[in-house]
């Protein structure tokens, strides 16, 4: 809501005026201006300065009023809410998506995982067990989006092969209260290198896939 302040003001100007009589002498007497007359000019005079006192009085006030209102517009400032910070653990998860087959390799989101976070004004980071830090951000309606994070799995490394499995997480998820929290974690898999084909053999699997899975965590 807009509030509008119409300031007006008013100027009075004072027209004092001598006419010289015209006539006889008795005539000239008989028209005598008062003798008070110079008193009533001197009390215009009086009256005038106190209104353009009070009116500087108000202009030299007007910056003061400007400043308190603004400090008290910063005062007013909050900062973003933000989750319990320390250790959480999962104490729930489900799979909503795997169309890699990969679920018993899944290292991320398993009831009893830990996480570390810390953060402030709405930015937060999560560590994993696993060594993955995640950098994230709550709204005002409590939910958080992390940035999207790339790794190479190790595995085609370990086995002696020629390939490289590429891994793309994207975590978000919402709190219910500063001490809850429900996450999902969406990961991407590729493979690329002539080892790739026997690697899926391997796994049962096949690239690229999706995985997915839904977490319920606490502060620990």
């Given amino acids: 809501m807009h509030t509008f302040t119409l300031s007006v003001l008013f100027a009075m100007g004072t027209i004092t005026g001598c006419a010289t009589p015209v006539g006889t ?6 028209a005598a201006l ?3 007359i110079d008193s009533h000019d001197d009390d215009d005079q009086d009256q005038d300065q106190d209104q353009d006192q ?6 030299d006030g007007q910056p003061e009023d400007e400043s308190d209102a603004d400090a008290d517009a910063d005062g007013d400032i909050e900062e973003s809410w933000m989750p319990t910070q ?5 104490q729930s998860s489900v799979l909503t998506i795997d169309e890699c087959g990969l679920e018993d390799v899944v290292n991320r989101g398993e009831p ?14 999560m560590l994993f067990e696993a060594g993955e830090n995640v950098a ?21 490394t370990d086995m002696g092969m020629d390939a490289d499995i590429p891994v793309v997480i994207q975590t978000e998820g919402y709190f219910t209260d500063p001490n809850a929290m429900w996450m ?6 590729d493979c690329s290198g002539p080892a790739c084909g026997l690697i ?3 796994l049962g699997t096949s690239f690229p896939c999706t995985m997915a899975m839904a977490s319920d965590l606490v502060i620990d």
């Fill in 86 to 90: 320390g250790t959480w653990i999962v």
């Fill in 25 to 30: 002498k008795d005539d000239a007497d008989s």
């Fill in 34 to 36: 008062p003798d008070d």
């Fill in 54 to 59: 009070d009116q500087d009085q108000d202009q």
């Fill in 200 to 202: 899926q053999i391997l």
């Fill in 136 to 156: 994230c951000e709550v709204n005002d309606d409590f939910e958080f989006v992390c940035s999207p994070t790339s790794t190479i799995d190790s595995t085609a």
């Fill in 112 to 125: 009893g995982t830990t996480l570390a976070l810390s953060g402030d004004n709405g930015a937060f980071n």
């Fill in 184 to 189: 999902e974690s969406v990961v991407d898999i």
